[in-house]
């Protein structure tokens, strides 16, 4: 079983819908990450985080350390909000462990 | 976090050529790490560059195929020799402290033809 478990594999929604993305993991951590991976491959780190919730502009990202999953929120989605996106983690060696992606595709 | 420059961002490469990688971060950081995409696959870690000395590899992976240079604590690059069209993939760099956590390059996608 892989450490890094996303939620769904495939996501379709209506443009102005709210998505949430989700992610489990297996192992201690001292971040975790959420990454949009557009579909000419690059890559964008939306947030690092430890504990607690950030925000960022339509996109918020929780974490809860004891549950050990954190969620991706994305409000009034928007068609170009289709990408991929990528949960992944560190150890405290630093290493990232990923997830295997979730595929948003937002229909106007 | 540090901020990291990752170039090229994409690439096509006629087979058993060479394409040197590199990431450039805006702060010394003590780790540096390189990672893989292929076609359909999650990212995958291919080694740990080392400042000043030779890289740590993960299984699967050889120093004769994908040589890792850190010369300081700001910048490593990464060759792809000797190219197949089984190398096409997404090269993806990562830096960081254990303080300041880790951030990651926007990818390098590698077409090879």
């Known amino acids: 079983k892989n450490e890094v478990e996303q939620s769904p594999q495939n996501l379709t929604a209506q443009e102005g819908e709210f998505i949430t993305i989700n992610c489990s993991y297996s192992v201690g951590i001292s971040a975790l990450h959420w990454l949009q991976q557009h579909p000419g491959g690059g890559i964008v780190s939306l947030f690092m985080?430890?504990?607690g919730k950030k925000k960022h502009g339509r996109l918020i990202a929780t974490i809860n350390i004891q549950e050990k999953h954190s969620s991706l929120h994305i409000t009034a989605s928007h068609p170009r909000d289709s990408a991929v996106y990528i949960c992944a983690i560190n150890t405290n060696a630093g290493k990232s462990t990923f997830g295997d992606g979730t595929t948003l595709t937002v229909k106007p | 976090s540090a901020v990291i420059s990752q170039k090229p961002s994409r690439d096509i490469c006629q087979r058993g050529t060479s394409l040197t990688i590199q990431c450039q971060v805006d702060?010394?950081?003590?780790?540096m790490f390189w990672y893989r995409q292929q076609p359909g696959q999650s990212l995958t870690l291919i080694a740990t560059a080392n400042q000043g000395s030779e890289a740590t590899y993960e299984s699967g992976f050889v120093i004769d195929k994908f040589p890792i240079s850190r010369p300081n604590l700001t910048f490593s690059t990464l060759t792809v020799s000797n190219m197949s069209p089984e190398d096409s993939s997404i090269y993806l760099c990562?830096?960081?402290?254990?303080?300041?956590?880790?951030?990651f390059g926007s990818g390098t996608r590698l077409t090879v033809v």
């Open positions: 990562s830096a960081g402290t254990i303080n300041y956590g880790y951030t």
């Open positions: 702060s010394q950081v003590t780790m």
């Open positions: 985080l430890s504990s």
